[in-house]
């Protein structure tokens, strides 16, 4: 499956849920506009106030004024605050115990069976059973080809021979999913499996949304 172009399925959850990205989105453009125009607005009241003080009054009174006249913009940790709001990308978190019931509810978001189930799947893990979970963290990005990957969060791709990457596949391998208990390399074993999809729900406008799948 690895470097097909092809189009997923889309599922009547993901229509609804693409639609409500593409309102995101575009609430969000509009408040990046906002932010910059508010910014501008600000910055020519106090050169034009500025210049207009400096014209008519005294230097004395200038600087007071100026001083004043300053204060019209946002504090700096609430316009920080303003600009990583409006440039957020949409998340979707899949939370949970039960391995099986996450890949089945990730299966019907994508709208194929992209992860295994059943006994494909392996046995149980974490719940009532007290089984450590061995599975990886997932993350569902959008690009034009399909992939996986190993990566450390928000750092680099590491470099790692997967299954998936040894032959065609239409089900994400067992053994891409799991952590090795005889893997004792730190970075291997808190790497995230990053799978790549050119699916309408991770492509919404221009900004790319992604699925975490997550275990608690």
């Not at 609804?16 to 508010?38: A, D, G, M, P, W």
């Not at 061995?134 to 190993?150: D, I, Y």
Request: aromatic share 6%; net charge neutral; proline share 4%.
């Amino acid at each position: 499956m690895e470097g097909n172009v092809q189009q997923q399925k889309t599922t009547p959850l993901a229509r609804e849920l693409q639609r409500t990205f593409s309102s995101y989105n575009k609430h969000s453009i509009q408040l990046k506009k906002n932010l910059k125009e508010t910014n501008t607005f600000f910055r020519e009241i106090r050169q034009n106030y500025s210049n207009a003080c400096a014209a008519t009054i005294s230097s004395d009174s200038a600087s007071l004024e100026a001083g004043q006249i300053s204060c019209i913009s946002f504090p700096t940790h609430e316009e920080e605050f303003l600009r990583s709001t409006v440039g957020a990308a949409p998340y979707i978190l899949v939370l949970g115990q039960d391995c099986a019931a996450r890949y089945q509810l990730l299966n019907c978001l994508l709208g194929e069976r992209l992860l295994p189930l059943g006994a494909e799947a392996g046995e149980a893990c974490g719940g009532v059973q007290g089984i450590v979970c061995k599975r990886r963290k997932l993350c569902f990005t959008h690009g034009r080809q399909t992939r996986l990957s190993l990566a450390l969060p928000g750092q680099y791709e590491l470099v790692h021979q997967l299954a998936a990457n040894r032959g065609r596949w239409d089900t994400v391998p067992r053994e891409d999913l799991e952590i090795h208990e005889e893997c004792e390399d730190p970075a291997h074993r808190l790497a995230e499996l990053e799978i790549t999809l050119h699916h309408p729900l991770l492509q919404v406008g221009c900004s790319h949304s992604s699925i975490m799948f997550l275990q608690l």
